[in-house]
């Protein structure tokens, strides 16, 4: 397991961008594939997007494809996600995820690390 911690929610308008940031309390973060998460109230927890170890493969739910990007910094130990073109439907807290092993998967039992989750609140 690795110490995660994301940062850089907020509440903005229909349109607008942010830029997650998931640091990581580790010397060795390409050890891990990387995904970012989600969950609304009352709804299950659904995959976002996925990053490999050196950041050569990258997975996007179908719902955030086009606007979202993924990147990691192995030498700074972090993780973003760069949400362009929001949507109400977009609102969830967004979860940080990692997993050892050079395979991404999009399913979160398949994770060994989360972080707390920080809140994302797009208005109409």
């Known amino acids: 397991q690795v110490q995660l911690v994301e940062s850089g929610g907020g509440l903005v308008q229909s349109g607008d961008s942010l830029r997650l940031s998931c640091a990581a309390a580790?010397?060795?973060?390409?050890?891990?594939?990387m995904g970012w998460f989600r969950q609304a109230p009352g709804k299950e927890r659904e995959f976002v997007a996925g990053i490999t170890r050196f950041g050569s493969g990258k997975y996007f739910a179908d719902s955030v494809k086009g606007r979202f990007a993924i990147s990691r910094d192995n030498a700074k130990n972090t993780v973003n996600l760069q949400m362009n073109s929001l949507k109400p439907e977009d609102t969830a807290v967004y979860y940080c995820?990692?997993?050892?092993?050079?395979?991404?998967?999009?399913?979160?039992?398949?994770?060994?690390?989360w972080g707390q989750g920080t809140q994302v609140t797009v208005s109409s």
């Open positions: 995820a990692a997993r050892a092993g050079a395979w991404v998967s999009t399913n979160e039992k398949d994770f060994d690390s």
């Open positions: 580790t010397r060795t973060l390409s050890s891990y594939c």
